[in-house]
C-alpha cells in the first residue's frame, strides 16, 4: 500500500538536535495523516507527533512540546520531525505511520509503519 521510510536518526549529546524524515513511495502522502512514535527498551510505544493531511492540524505529546516541531512538504512527499533540545529520555526507535484518517493515527492505529530510527542521546 504505502511504503515509509525513516531517516536522519543517529547518535546526538543531550541539548542537541536531529532532524527525521519520513518519505513515502508508491502513493504521495497528500491525503495522509502523520504520526511519529517511539519505543524506548522496556517501555511502551507512544505517539509522540501527528500532523493531518493538510499540515493545519498538529498534535504533540507533552513530553516533546515546545522541543520537537512536525511539519511536512507534500510536494517531496516528505513528513519531518525536528528535534531539539534532546534528552536522554528520548532515546528510542522512532517511527513514522500513516492513515488517511487522523483519528487512525492518532490513536495507534495506522494502516501504514515505517521501519524505525534509532535515535540515542548520549555523552
Known amino acids: 500500500q504505502l511504503q515509509l521510510v525513516e531517516s536522519g536518526g543517529g547518535l546526538v549529546q543531550p541539548g542537541g538536535s536531529l532532524r527525521l524524515s519520513c518519505a513515502a513511495s508508491g502513493f504521495t502522502l497528500d491525503y495522509y495523516a502523520i504520526g511519529w512514535f517511539r519505543q524506548a527498551p522496556g517501555k511502551e510505544r507512544e505517539g509522540v507527533s501527528y500532523i493531518s493531511s493538510s499540515g493545519a492540524t498538529t498534535n504533540y505529546a507533552d513530553s516533546v512540546k515546545g522541543r520537537f516541531t512536525i511539519s511536512r512538504d507534500n510536494a517531496k512527499n516528505t513528513v519531518y520531525l525536528q528535534m531539539n533540545s534532546l534528552k536522554p529520555e528520548d532515546t528510542a526507535v522512532y517511527y513514522c505511520?500513516?492513515?488517511?484518517?487522523?483519528?487512525?493515527?492518532?490513536?495507534?492505529?495506522?494502516?501504514?509503519w515505517g521501519q524505525g530510527t534509532q535515535v540515542t542521546v548520549s555523552s
Open positions: 505511520a500513516a492513515d488517511k484518517t487522523y483519528w487512525r493515527v492518532v490513536t495507534g492505529r495506522p494502516g501504514s
